[in-house]
């Protein structure tokens, strides 16, 4: 088993439900940013971090992500004719090479765990990624590639924790923890969406997972867990007693683009963090807090 990892699944069959009605017709992952889709955050992370084969689990009505990252030949002969070069590399950033994205479908969404175990063939015996695109993360050095260097230096299941406030751990998959290194903490125990009081720690797992073969060899048994949903969280669990478990406490912001309120506020950040838009997108959050203040 090579110990590099060059693959990385992004599971996107859910329904996107919080998103309704917009996802009616638009998955969530290609929903924007400012001006690129979420996917495409996630993608420039991987790439980052040295992956070279993308796994896209889909299902029904995803056909805009399937689009978006092909070739425009007439876009870009249009461009070409006016002479916007910049507008040019911009496109090219979103086009794969072939034989280098992959899509499998899951028919049904019978949860997170099921989605990863769709790619099994395509992942073969080796280490591979799993990043959750609506969980966008800005860091200077992007997350995933500071997950793979730990992996580097200690190989077993690696996943994404940070610290969230105790009432809202019934959100996430929390983890009960061992022995501290700092950025890396051995796991000892796993519980899917906990309520606060049931919640063996507040350390939370997100988006972004480092993971071994042998969680596909546990999701195999396809158990369904919390919400009667097969559970990513559960089938990495049962490596705590075999390859291992760490939370890689990771240095950057995560937003949670799933939800409506991680969105605007992803939308906000990422706008100011833009040279172009910076003065005026602050100088109207500056006039609304005035206003808003004003008329208390
Ligand atoms: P979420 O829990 O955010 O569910 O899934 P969702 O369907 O995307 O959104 P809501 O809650 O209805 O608004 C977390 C990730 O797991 C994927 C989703 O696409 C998302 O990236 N997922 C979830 C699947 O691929 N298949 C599933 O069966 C469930």
């Known amino acids: 088993m090579t110990n590099k990892v060059t693959k990385a699944v992004f599971p996107v069959a859910g329904l996107g439900t919080r998103f309704l009605p917009a996802t009616k017709s638009v998955p969530k992952e290609i929903m924007t940013l400012v001006d690129r889709p979420l996917i495409q955050y996630a993608i420039d992370e991987a790439r980052a971090a040295g992956i070279k084969e993308f796994i896209f689990v889909t299902s029904r009505g995803k056909s805009a992500l399937e689009d978006y990252f092909d070739h425009s030949p007439s876009l870009e002969a249009e461009l070409e004719r006016k002479g916007k070069t910049d507008l040019l590399k911009t496109l090219e950033d979103t086009n794969m090479d072939s034989g280098a994205i992959a899509y499998i479908?899951?028919?049904?969404?019978?949860?997170?765990g099921h989605a990863v175990w769709c790619a099994r063939r395509m992942i073969g015996n080796e280490p591979f990624a799993v990043i959750l695109p609506d969980d966008v993360i800005a860091a200077e050095k992007p997350c995933l590639q500071q997950m793979v260097e730990a992996y580097e230096e200690k190989p077993s299941n690696i996943v994404a924790a940070m610290e969230v406030p105790r009432e809202k751990t019934s959100s996430y998959g929390i983890l009960a923890t061992g022995a501290d290194h700092g950025n890396m903490v051995e796991v000892t125990g796993m519980v899917e969406?906990?309520?606060?009081?049931?919640?063996?720690s507040n350390l939370a797992v997100i988006g972004r997972y480092i993971l071994t073969p042998k969680v596909l060899e546990n999701l195999e048994q396809k158990q369904t867990g919390a919400g009667g949903e097969i559970q990513l969280t559960d089938a990495i669990a049962k490596e705590i007693d075999g390859e291992g478990v760490h939370g890689f406490r990771f240095q950057g912001q995560r937003f949670d683009c799933g939800s409506k309120a991680g969105?605007?506020?992803?939308?906000?950040s990422f706008g100011l963090s833009r040279p172009e838009l910076r003065d005026d997108l602050m100088g109207f959050i500056q006039d609304i807090v005035h206003m808003d203040k004003a008329a208390q």
Do not use: D, I, S, Y
């Not at 479908?105 to 997170?112: A, E, N, S, T, V």
């Open 105 to 112: 479908r899951q028919h049904k969404p019978l949860g997170l």
């Open 193 to 200: 969406k906990p309520k606060a009081e049931e919640a063996p």
């Open 263 to 268: 969105f605007l506020q992803a939308t906000v």
